[in-house]
Protein backbone atom coordinates (compact mmCIF):
# COMPACT_ATOMS: atom_id res chain seq x y z
CA UNK A 1 0.00 0.00 0.00
CA UNK A 2 1.08 3.30 -1.11
CA UNK A 3 -0.26 6.68 0.88
CA UNK A 4 -0.76 9.73 -1.64
CA UNK A 5 -0.83 13.16 -0.32
CA UNK A 6 -2.75 15.30 -2.78
CA UNK A 7 -2.22 19.13 -2.38
CA UNK A 8 -4.99 20.98 -3.10
CA UNK A 9 -5.61 24.75 -3.52
CA UNK A 10 -6.20 27.66 -5.96
CA UNK A 11 -3.52 29.39 -7.99
CA UNK A 12 -1.73 31.64 -6.19
CA UNK A 13 -2.80 30.17 -2.98
CA UNK A 14 0.22 29.10 -0.80
CA UNK A 15 0.87 25.87 -2.92
CA UNK A 16 4.05 25.66 -4.35
CA UNK A 17 5.31 26.08 -0.21
CA UNK A 18 2.62 23.80 1.53
CA UNK A 19 4.12 20.97 -1.76
CA UNK A 20 8.34 22.10 -0.89
CA UNK A 21 7.23 21.63 3.09
CA UNK A 22 6.47 17.91 2.04
CA UNK A 23 9.27 17.68 0.03
CA UNK A 24 11.31 18.63 2.61
CA UNK A 25 9.69 16.51 4.95
CA UNK A 26 10.65 13.12 2.33
CA UNK A 27 7.15 13.13 0.56
CA UNK A 28 8.10 12.49 -3.07
CA UNK A 29 6.27 15.43 -5.16
CA UNK A 30 7.57 14.18 -8.34
CA UNK A 31 11.51 14.56 -8.09
CA UNK A 32 12.85 14.66 -11.50
CA UNK A 33 9.99 15.72 -13.15
CA UNK A 34 9.22 19.46 -11.44
CA UNK A 35 8.02 22.03 -13.38
CA UNK A 36 11.14 24.64 -13.85
CA UNK A 37 11.90 27.68 -11.63
CA UNK A 38 11.02 30.85 -13.46
CA UNK A 39 10.78 34.52 -12.39
CA UNK A 40 7.08 33.96 -10.63
CA UNK A 41 8.22 31.59 -8.42
CA UNK A 42 12.40 31.33 -7.90
CA UNK A 43 11.74 28.93 -4.70
CA UNK A 44 10.32 25.95 -7.11
CA UNK A 45 6.68 24.86 -7.87
CA UNK A 46 7.34 21.36 -6.63
CA UNK A 47 4.87 20.43 -8.80
CA UNK A 48 5.33 16.94 -11.15
CA UNK A 49 4.64 17.79 -15.21
CA UNK A 50 3.71 14.34 -15.51
CA UNK A 51 0.28 15.25 -13.87
CA UNK A 52 -0.10 19.01 -14.64
CA UNK A 53 0.39 18.20 -18.71
CA UNK A 54 -2.19 14.92 -18.54
CA UNK A 55 -4.89 16.98 -16.65
CA UNK A 56 -4.89 19.85 -18.92
CA UNK A 57 -5.36 17.69 -21.72
CA UNK A 58 -8.88 17.35 -20.37
CA UNK A 59 -9.32 20.99 -19.07
CA UNK A 60 -7.82 23.34 -21.92
CA UNK A 61 -8.13 26.98 -21.17
CA UNK A 62 -11.39 26.59 -20.65
CA UNK A 63 -10.24 25.30 -16.99
CA UNK A 64 -13.63 23.30 -17.05
CA UNK A 65 -15.11 20.02 -17.11
CA UNK A 66 -18.87 20.71 -17.47
CA UNK A 67 -20.33 18.97 -20.05
CA UNK A 68 -17.95 16.26 -19.98
CA UNK A 69 -19.13 12.78 -19.25
CA UNK A 70 -16.75 10.73 -17.06
CA UNK A 71 -17.06 7.55 -19.14
CA UNK A 72 -15.74 9.33 -22.27
CA UNK A 73 -13.06 11.14 -19.76
CA UNK A 74 -12.28 7.50 -18.29
CA UNK A 75 -11.79 5.58 -22.15
CA UNK A 76 -8.97 8.72 -23.11
CA UNK A 77 -7.35 9.49 -20.05
CA UNK A 78 -7.60 6.81 -16.95
CA UNK A 79 -4.99 4.84 -18.49
CA UNK A 80 -2.19 8.09 -18.53
CA UNK A 81 -3.31 8.33 -15.24
CA UNK A 82 -3.06 4.86 -13.83
CA UNK A 83 0.49 4.35 -15.62
CA UNK A 84 1.62 8.11 -13.91
CA UNK A 85 0.29 6.94 -10.41
CA UNK A 86 1.72 3.33 -10.53
CA UNK A 87 4.75 4.83 -10.85
CA UNK A 88 4.66 7.33 -7.89
CA UNK A 89 3.32 4.08 -5.69
CA UNK A 90 6.77 2.80 -5.96
CA UNK A 91 6.63 5.10 -2.96
CA UNK A 92 6.05 4.60 0.58
CA UNK A 93 4.61 8.06 0.48
CA UNK A 94 4.15 10.01 -2.50
CA UNK A 95 2.43 13.83 -2.82
CA UNK A 96 1.43 15.62 -6.07
CA UNK A 97 0.38 19.21 -6.34
CA UNK A 98 -1.49 20.67 -9.74
CA UNK A 99 -4.06 23.21 -9.42
CA UNK A 100 -5.77 21.25 -12.03
CA UNK A 101 -6.74 18.87 -9.73
CA UNK A 102 -9.55 21.68 -8.88
CA UNK A 103 -11.43 20.59 -11.76
CA UNK A 104 -10.86 16.71 -12.63
CA UNK A 105 -9.59 14.93 -9.15
CA UNK A 106 -13.11 13.78 -9.09
CA UNK A 107 -12.02 11.29 -11.86
CA UNK A 108 -8.63 11.04 -10.20
CA UNK A 109 -9.33 9.85 -6.48
CA UNK A 110 -10.54 6.49 -7.19
CA UNK A 111 -7.81 5.01 -8.87
CA UNK A 112 -5.30 6.25 -6.09
CA UNK A 113 -4.35 3.49 -3.67
CA UNK A 114 -4.78 5.66 0.31
CA UNK A 115 -5.34 9.11 -0.99
CA UNK A 116 -5.60 11.88 1.57
CA UNK A 117 -6.34 15.98 0.65
CA UNK A 118 -4.07 18.74 2.26
CA UNK A 119 -6.39 21.67 1.36
CA UNK A 120 -4.78 24.82 1.24
CA UNK A 121 -6.32 28.25 2.23
CA UNK A 122 -5.47 31.69 1.57
CA UNK A 123 -7.18 35.27 1.78
CA UNK A 124 -9.10 35.46 -1.39
CA UNK A 125 -8.31 39.21 -2.28
CA UNK A 126 -4.50 38.65 -1.72
CA UNK A 127 -5.05 35.71 -4.18
CA UNK A 128 -6.49 37.40 -6.41
CA UNK A 129 -3.61 40.22 -6.48
CA UNK A 130 -1.20 37.98 -7.03
CA UNK A 131 -3.04 36.89 -9.92
CA UNK A 132 -3.11 40.31 -11.35
CA UNK A 133 0.94 40.78 -10.73
CA UNK A 134 1.58 37.26 -12.13
CA UNK A 135 0.64 38.72 -15.32
CA UNK A 136 1.95 41.48 -14.72
CA UNK A 137 -1.39 43.65 -15.06
CA UNK A 138 -2.69 45.98 -12.92
CA UNK A 139 -5.31 45.32 -10.21
CA UNK A 140 -7.12 48.43 -10.66
CA UNK A 141 -10.27 49.07 -13.43
CA UNK A 142 -11.43 46.26 -15.92
CA UNK A 143 -8.39 44.05 -15.23
CA UNK A 144 -9.34 43.61 -11.19
CA UNK A 145 -12.86 42.20 -12.01
CA UNK A 146 -11.34 39.63 -14.57
CA UNK A 147 -8.94 38.55 -11.49
CA UNK A 148 -11.16 37.95 -9.60
CA UNK A 149 -13.71 35.73 -11.66
CA UNK A 150 -10.34 33.56 -12.68
CA UNK A 151 -10.16 33.15 -9.10
CA UNK A 152 -13.80 32.48 -7.89
CA UNK A 153 -14.13 29.44 -11.03
CA UNK A 154 -10.88 28.30 -9.41
CA UNK A 155 -12.49 28.39 -6.15
CA UNK A 156 -15.98 26.85 -6.98
CA UNK A 157 -13.62 23.53 -8.40
CA UNK A 158 -11.88 23.40 -4.68
CA UNK A 159 -14.84 23.66 -2.83
CA UNK A 160 -16.63 20.95 -4.76
CA UNK A 161 -13.53 18.60 -5.01
CA UNK A 162 -13.48 18.59 -1.25
CA UNK A 163 -16.74 18.14 -0.32
CA UNK A 164 -17.09 14.91 -3.01
CA UNK A 165 -14.09 13.64 -1.34
CA UNK A 166 -14.55 10.97 1.23
CA UNK A 167 -10.83 10.38 2.62
CA UNK A 168 -9.15 11.92 4.57
CA UNK A 169 -8.17 15.75 4.61
CA UNK A 170 -6.21 18.36 6.61
CA UNK A 171 -6.64 22.38 6.05
CA UNK A 172 -3.66 24.45 6.06
CA UNK A 173 -3.94 28.15 6.02
CA UNK A 174 -0.97 29.68 4.16
CA UNK A 175 -1.03 32.60 6.09
CA UNK A 176 -0.61 30.72 9.43
CA UNK A 177 1.83 28.62 7.70
CA UNK A 178 4.19 31.34 7.02
CA UNK A 179 3.44 33.21 10.28
CA UNK A 180 4.14 30.24 12.66
CA UNK A 181 5.73 27.61 10.29
CA UNK A 182 7.18 25.52 13.18
CA UNK A 183 4.10 24.19 15.05
CA UNK A 184 2.18 23.99 11.03
CA UNK A 185 4.58 22.02 9.95
CA UNK A 186 4.99 19.61 13.15
CA UNK A 187 1.06 19.20 12.63
CA UNK A 188 1.27 18.42 9.10
CA UNK A 189 4.17 16.24 9.18
CA UNK A 190 2.48 14.09 12.18
CA UNK A 191 -1.05 13.70 9.83
CA UNK A 192 0.39 13.08 6.88
CA UNK A 193 3.50 10.48 7.91
CA UNK A 194 1.00 8.56 11.11
CA UNK A 195 0.54 4.89 11.11
CA UNK A 196 3.67 4.40 8.14
CA UNK A 197 6.33 2.11 8.91
CA UNK A 198 8.63 5.53 8.03
CA UNK A 199 9.34 8.60 9.60
CA UNK A 200 9.61 12.52 8.43
CA UNK A 201 13.02 13.29 7.06
CA UNK A 202 14.41 16.61 7.06
CA UNK A 203 14.71 19.18 10.38
CA UNK A 204 11.66 20.40 11.55
CA UNK A 205 13.92 24.21 12.55
CA UNK A 206 15.31 24.07 8.99
CA UNK A 207 12.16 23.21 7.03
CA UNK A 208 11.21 26.57 9.44
CA UNK A 209 13.41 28.36 8.35
CA UNK A 210 12.72 28.31 4.53
CA UNK A 211 9.72 29.09 5.06
CA UNK A 212 10.41 32.84 5.36
CA UNK A 213 7.93 35.26 6.60
CA UNK A 214 8.66 37.32 2.86
CA UNK A 215 6.85 34.52 1.45
CA UNK A 216 3.34 36.23 2.76
CA UNK A 217 4.16 38.79 -0.05
CA UNK A 218 3.97 36.74 -3.23
Not at 47 to 54: G, I, S, V
Not at 84 to 95: D, L, S, T, Y
Not at 172 to 188: C, F, M, R, T, W
Request: hydrophobic fraction near 35%; charge should be positive; include cysteine.
Amino acid sequence: MSRCIIVLGIPRSGTSCVAGVLHKLGVNMGQGHFQPIDRFNQRGYFEDLRWRLTNQKITGKGYSTRGLDIESVNSTMRKQWRQIAKECERQVIWGVKDPFFCFVGQFIWPMLQEPRIVAVHRNFDASVKSVARHIQSSYRGRYKGGASRIQTRWLTGFERRILEFGGPIYHINYDELVASPKGQIHKLADWCFEGLSIQPKGSIKKIAQWVTPTLKHF
